[in-house]
């Protein structure tokens, strides 16, 4: 009896293993996964037209841009591209929030060709979206910051990939860095802060100064610095959106968003 059950037992396994095997469900393509093709292919960064930016948008990504092989092209290349998932977009956007009337808020984002290009470019896989000027009246800061927004945009696209939590969390993941500011001078602009703000409500590492020299530190990187980075739309919009940024001016790294 006792050998009888035994092959009943070795008939039985192989037969429970194969039916295990065939309703295992199918592989879950999370962020991370989708993106991780990233470094091996072509990142097109999409000019404006506007001649002043993109020169500038030019030399930072030439400087700057090393995660993936690059080229550029104009918006009607990018629509025509835009379909193929073997290349990924750096795309100047101008977004508008549910609650907004008009698009508030300028930025530059990583998307990925393919998924959801026929519905638009916000239904596009998005890599990251960085938040760089208000939409109608930039304040020329952005221009300042660019190498350190790029700088940003890659790092967390490296992340990403890495983690899809980090993927998912977007540029809030990297507040987390601000434990870390300890002993570390933060610098504000006072184009930055509220009427509210006094200089009473900082220690001896936290100064307010004006915006020309917040910048210079930043055009200095200057080591172990945080300089302060608002972006907001123009006027007082219902709904609309602001970013509040501490970036270190020597590493171009986030500490808080």
């Known amino acids: 009896m006792k050998r009888m059950m035994i092959l009943a037992m070795a008939l039985i396994i192989p037969l429970t293993v194969a039916a295990q095997e065939e309703i295992t469900p199918k592989e879950i393509y999370t962020k991370k996964v ?3 093709d990233l470094p091996e292919k072509v990142t ?3 000019l404006t037209g506007r001649d002043f930016f993109d020169l500038s948008l030019q030399g930072e990504i030439e400087d700057t841009w090393k995660i993936s092989p690059y080229e550029f092209c104009t918006w009607e290349e990018f629509e025509t591209l835009k379909s193929d ?3 990924y977009f750096l ?3 101008k ?3 549910r609650r907004e009337s008009a698009p508030g808020i300028q930025f530059i984002t990583l998307i990925k ?3 959801g290009s026929d519905k638009g470019v916000e239904e596009m896989l998005e890599v990251v ?3 760089i000027a208000s939409a109608d009246e930039p304040s020329g800061r952005e221009f300042i910051f660019l190498p350190a927004l790029l700088d940003i945009i890659q790092e967390h696209a490296v992340k990403a990939i890495e983690s899809d939590v980090v993927g998912y969390a977007g540029l809030t993941n990297h507040t987390d860095n601000i434990q ?6 933060i610098i504000f602009s006072e184009t930055d802060l509220s009427a509210q703000v006094k200089d009473s409500m900082f220690d001896k590492d936290m100064v307010v100064v004006d915006e020309e020299e917040a910048d210079d530190v930043m055009v200095e990187q200057v080591d172990s610095t945080l300089v302060s980075f608002v972006v907001a739309p123009t006027g007082k919009t219902l709904g609309s959106y602001c970013y509040k940024m501490l970036i270190d001016a020597g590493t171009h790294e986030l500490y808080y968003f």
């Open 113 to 115: 060709g393919g998924e």
């Open 44 to 46: 097109k960064v999409v």
């Open 85 to 87: 998932d073997s290349y």
């Open 95 to 97: 977004d508008r929030f």
């Open 34 to 36: 989708k993106i991780a």
């Open 129 to 131: 979206s960085m938040p």
């Open 91 to 93: 795309i100047t956007t």
């Open 180 to 185: 870390r500011s300890k002993g570390v001078k």
